[in-house]
């Protein structure tokens, strides 16, 4: 799926302010939690693995917690491909595939940018964003680390 050009970024955007989304792009509206995003480290996971551990995992875990083996979804952004949405409140801190870098927990906003500027592997980019660097490392993911 190729990255999003601006136009649909600002469009998605128009589209869920016009639908009384909330902030952080949920398309929730204010008193609604958002969800619990998830950028996938595609130089490290693929994204469908990734989204199939995710649900075994919220199935145990709902399982465990609510008795009743509901389960939670994992849901595919449709505008960034590397970005899942989890039920809100979802702690993945201790994850594996958080712990190995696999996953990083991301907001969705902080995600844009490197699909806003859609590098093609072998640019110089260089990061002028505050820490932690996660904008850096999604910019490796999207270059293939070249």
């Known amino acids: 799926m190729p990255a999003p050009t601006l136009d649909q970024l600002l469009q998605a955007q ?25 950028r996938v ?17 919220l199935s145990k875990t709902t ?10 979804r994992v849901l595919r952004d449709p505008l960034l491909p590397d970005l899942l949405a989890l ?17 990083v927990l991301q907001s969705k906003a902080s995600c844009m940018p490197a699909h806003a ?12 964003c505050a820490a932690p660097g996660n904008k850096t490392t999604h910019l490796a993911a999207l270059m293939a680390n070249r």
Do not use: M
């Not at 480290?41 to 995992?57: I, P, S, Y």
């Open 14 to 38: 128009q589209q869920q302010q016009q639908a009384g989304g909330g902030g952080g792009g949920s398309g929730v509206g204010p008193d609604v939690p958002h969800p619990r995003w998830v």
């Open 87 to 103: 039920p809100p409140g979802t702690d993945l801190h201790a994850h594996p595939l958080v712990a190995g870098g696999c996953c």
């Open 63 to 72: 399982k465990a917690s609510s008795g009743n083996g509901g389960g939670g």
């Open 117 to 128: 500027l859609r590098p093609d592997p072998g640019w110089t980019v260089v990061d002028c």
């Open 41 to 57: 480290n595609t130089l490290r996971a693929g994204v469908e693995d990734v989204v199939r551990q995710l649900e075994e995992h």
